[in-house]
């Protein structure tokens, strides 16, 4: 898959965007020690709503977040990628994450994908995301939305999910994910995917695993899949056993 983007220009997320630093700002200044956690993983491909990111290959990853009591938090993830002029993608996120009410939660927050070691004047892979997950105990429903999205002439996209954990024993914990990427039109789902023809605005990808921990460590196997059609030839697309090693700190 070949990913092109436009430079963002409209002004949606990035209002949201400062609201939400000042917001955490405010609140880490008023917090003597806030805390930092952070992960490292192995994995042997690195898939982004189904769609590998590494030509099938593994990635390294990682990750920190800085957070507080309030709930407000500051947060950067990085990988190895493995398509156009870069090799690395870099995340970076501002949000809060507290209680609704006694049974549901909630995640809400900004995010920027960046590909630092690419030339974004040219490959212009950089894109925001504004994001939402709403939690019900083992539950997790999402949405997220960009307005500018990857490429040229591809501009509103959502990404509706949902993600549900279920423990089988005491260290085993059964893994469901389905989740719909939906584009303005066909036409630029079809940019999107650089390929075709594929019909409908959009495609759906899911995957089901398990996970459970040894030594300290995270262990999560999982087989992903999408819907899109055949006729885009998109390899990279493909259902495929996904193995993962993760520790926390």
């Known amino acids: 898959m070949k990913k092109t983007a436009t430079p963002f220009t409209k002004p949606l997320p990035i209002t949201l965007s400062c609201a939400l630093l000042l917001l955490a700002s405010h609140s880490f200044s008023s917090q003597a020690e806030p805390t930092l956690s952070g992960n490292v993983s192995l994995t042997s491909d690195y898939l982004f709503r189904g769609i590998s990111q590494t030509n099938e290959g593994m990635a390294l990853q990682g990750g920190l977040t800085l957070s507080t009591d309030s709930g407000f938090y500051l947060s950067t993830w990085g990988s190895n990628i493995s398509f156009g002029q870069g090799s690395m993608e870099l995340d970076l996120l501002a949000g809060w994450t507290g209680k609704l009410s006694e049974e549901w939660s909630t995640d809400l927050g900004v995010m920027q994908y960046r590909y630092p070691n690419g030339n974004n004047d040219t490959d212009q892979f950089n894109f925001y995301e504004a994001y939402g997950?709403?939690?019900?105990?083992?539950?997790?429903?999402?949405?997220?939305?960009?307005?500018?999205?990857?490429?040229?002439?591809?501009?509103?996209?959502?990404?509706?999910?949902?993600?549900?954990?279920?423990?089988?024993?005491?260290?085993?914990?059964?893994?469901?994910?389905?989740?719909?990427?939906?584009?303005?039109?066909?036409?630029?789902?079809?940019?999107?995917?650089?390929?075709?023809?594929?019909?409908?605005?959009?495609?759906?990808?899911?995957?089901?695993?398990?996970?459970?921990?040894?030594?300290?460590?995270?262990?999560?196997?999982?087989?992903?899949?999408?819907?899109?059609?055949?006729?885009?030839?998109?390899?990279?697309?493909?259902?495929?056993?996904?193995?993962?090693?993760?520790?926390?700190?």
């Open 133 to 249: 997950k709403f939690i019900y105990k083992d539950l997790t429903l999402g949405l997220a939305y960009s307005n500018d999205y990857f490429g040229t002439d591809v501009d509103t996209y959502y990404y509706y999910s949902a993600d549900y954990n279920y423990p089988l024993l005491d260290n085993l914990t059964l893994q469901l994910h389905a989740s719909y990427n939906q584009f303005e039109n066909n036409s630029q789902y079809s940019t999107f995917l650089a390929a075709g023809p594929v019909s409908g605005d959009g495609y759906l990808d899911w995957s089901i695993g398990a996970s459970t921990t040894l030594l300290g460590a995270s262990i999560a196997l999982k087989y992903a899949d999408t819907d899109i059609d055949s006729s885009a030839q998109c390899n990279l697309c493909d259902g495929r056993l996904v193995a993962t090693l993760t520790k926390s700190f």
